[in-house]
């Protein structure tokens, strides 16, 4: 059974930045993609980054892109996103999931499994 557990969240104004940490349980880490989504109150999830197995590859939805990097260590067993110039709309709490294939995905229905999730909160 593979575990996921998110850590990093918090209260930040905005312009700040925040760094989320998840850390994968399980010794098949390095052979699976990661992916973070979020859920901001009243919304749906949505994707926000994925990673590919080896970190060669990485995709990231449009309103996120140029202010949040993904990224992994599998030695650690641990995917990260740094999230700088951090606003309000950010607000929402942070899934970690792992994918089904070693390929990146923006699906939901691509990622198996699901941590329980952090709250990120940025105020104006």
């Known amino acids: 059974q593979v575990q996921l557990v998110e850590s990093g969240g918090g209260l930040v104004q905005a312009g700040g930045s925040l760094r989320l940490s998840c850390a994968a349980s399980?010794?098949?880490?390095?052979?699976?993609?990661m992916g973070w989504f979020r859920q901001a109150p009243g919304k749906e999830r949505e994707f926000v980054a994925a990673?590919?197995?080896?970190?060669?590859?990485?995709s990231y939805a449009d309103s996120v892109k140029g202010r949040f990097t993904i990224s992994r260590d599998n030695a650690k067993n641990t995917v990260y996103l740094q999230m700088n110039s951090l606003k309000p709309e950010d607000t929402a709490v942070y899934y970690c999931?792992?994918?089904?294939?070693?390929?990146?995905?923006?699906?939901?229905?691509?990622?198996?499994?699901w941590g329980q999730g952090t709250q990120v909160t940025v105020s104006s």
């Open positions: 999931a792992r994918a089904r294939s070693p390929r990146v995905g923006v699906r939901q229905g691509e990622y198996d499994y």
């Open positions: 990673i590919s197995w080896n970190g060669g590859s990485t």
């Open positions: 399980g010794r098949t880490f390095n052979s699976y993609a």
